[in-house]
């Protein structure tokens, strides 16, 4: 069961354009919604993370954008560059007595043309 | 890479052998994690550990054992690779009583 749908799967983005990347969750037991960002051949990186107790987190270019009543929360980014062409995962997490487990979306493959 | 390496980075097998990928970590985290990726499923838990010795299963843990008899090591063992197991693998750490996951640069495993 897919618990965690991520929107669209890839994505073509002019420089200097705004791009948004969308998820939606079941569990409303998830407390903690990062998004990772992966260059070919490395592992996912963090990028930024939110609470469900905030409606916007705002890091630089990137910002993520939280309904916790619909069940949604997306990444923009804007000025897009060609250097944030990048795979991008957003997730989700509940803490319990084992640690962190985080469901991942299926990934959307950014490109950002110069 | 918060001190992650994987070994070995590639490799080929055939089918119906065991294969052991090794995640080893230099930041003493408690929580250590294997996913695999594949096109279209993102990154998928199969196994993790929450301390030496204690290990549990993920979402796609048939096939798949695991081992952590020291902190710093947690190996994926395959015991009997198929080609369904061809993907990319990643490890990941946390540290005590903290969300973020911070990952390793990956195995590709490839079973012929």
């Known amino acids: 069961q897919q618990q965690v749908k991520q929107s669209p799967q890839s994505l073509i983005v002019q420089k200097g354009g705004i791009s948004i990347i969308n998820c939606a969750y079941e569990?409303?037991?998830?407390?903690?919604f990062p998004w990772y960002q992966q260059f070919p051949g490395k592992g996912p990186a963090l990028l930024i993370a939110?609470?469900?107790?905030?409606s916007e987190k705002k890091e630089g270019r990137f910002t993520i954008s939280f309904n916790k009543s619909a069940k949604q929360f997306s990444l923009h980014i804007m000025d897009s560059q060609p250097g944030d062409s990048a795979t991008y995962f957003c997730?989700?997490?509940?803490?319990?007595?084992?640690?962190?487990?985080?469901?991942f979306g299926e990934g959307t493959q950014l490109t950002v043309n110069p | 890479d918060a001190g992650i390496t994987q070994s070995p980075r590639h490799k080929v097998t055939e089918t119906g052998t065991p294969v052991t990928l090794r995640c080893h970590q230099t930041?003493?985290?408690?929580?250590m994690y294997w996913y695999r990726q594949d096109p279209g499923h993102g990154l998928r838990l199969i196994h993790y550990?929450?301390?030496?010795?204690?290990?549990d299963k993920g979402e796609v843990s048939d096939g798949y054992s695991v081992s952590r008899s020291k902190t710093e090591d947690f190996l994926l063992t395959l015991e009997s690779a198929t080609s369904s197991q061809t993907s990319v693998y990643f490890c990941?750490?946390?540290?005590?009583?903290?969300?973020?996951?911070?990952f390793g640069p990956g195995t590709r495993l490839t079973v012929t």
């Open positions: 550990s929450y301390g030496v010795k204690d290990t």
């Open positions: 990941a750490t946390t540290p005590g009583q903290a969300y973020e996951q911070y």
């Open positions: 930041e003493n985290h408690r929580y």
């Open positions: 939110i609470r469900p107790d905030v």
């Open positions: 569990n409303t037991a998830f407390d903690y």
């Open positions: 997730a989700a997490s509940m803490y319990g007595t084992s640690g962190s487990r985080l469901t």
